[in-house]
């Protein structure tokens, strides 16, 4: 009777383990499962160390000042031409149009990583310049911008540059729409 005894237990117990397997009600006590490593973001990767990091950014913010500078030299060799172009065939022509769009563009460039904005001209609408003044104006603020990115380092932002990038703007629109139409 024992032996019959000590099998009647061994198989309550055994079912009872079984059955609290299949319990689907949620023991308030334990914590929910975690996911699994392959369901989580790569926010548990390795990371690069922090120097790496560092390295990079300065490699970046380098290869950034770099292409301005460039920028800056492109737009002053553009003003040369449109210059040389205007003094050649004492009009603006279609070729003058496309380089002071292209002046336009590069001073909106330079602005925009120097942190400035486009502002309204100071200058009153009876005071508008020349074309030849307005085009030695625009050789004189990107000579400018090109000296002082070229003296200075990536950590100096100057508000003449701010001030000769809006002037160039403004020029380059001056000449773009108001000489558009007598040409």
């Keep these: 009777m024992t032996k019959m005894l000590l099998v009647l237990l061994t198989s309550i117990l055994a079912s009872s383990t079984i059955a ?15 996911q699994s490593k392959a369901d989580e973001p790569e ?4 990371t690069l160390p922090e120097d790496m990091r560092l390295r990079m950014k300065r490699e970046r913010e380098e290869l950034e000042h770099r292409k301005i500078v460039d920028s800056a030299r492109q ?12 003094k ?14 292209t002046v336009e563009k590069l001073a909106r460039r330079i602005l925009s990583h120097v942190g400035g904005e ?9 005071e508008a310049p020349s074309v030849p003044d307005a085009i030695d104006r625009i050789i004189l603020a990107s000579e400018n911008i090109k000296k002082h990115f070229t003296s200075e380092t990536r950590f100096v932002v100057s508000a003449a540059m701010i001030t000769d990038s809006n002037q160039i703007i403004h020029l380059a629109q001056y000449l773009r729409h108001g000489q558009k139409h007598t040409s």
């Design 75 to 86: 737009l002053f060799d553009t003003s040369v031409e449109l210059a040389k172009g205007y």
């Design 43 to 46: 926010q548990d990767a390795p």
């Design 88 to 101: 050649d065939a004492k009009a603006l022509n279609d070729d003058a149009f496309k380089r002071i769009a």
């Design 118 to 126: 486009v502002v309204e001209p100071k200058e009153r609408a009876g």
């Design 20 to 34: 609290a397997g299949f319990d689907q009600r949620p023991n308030p006590n334990k914590p929910p499962p975690e």
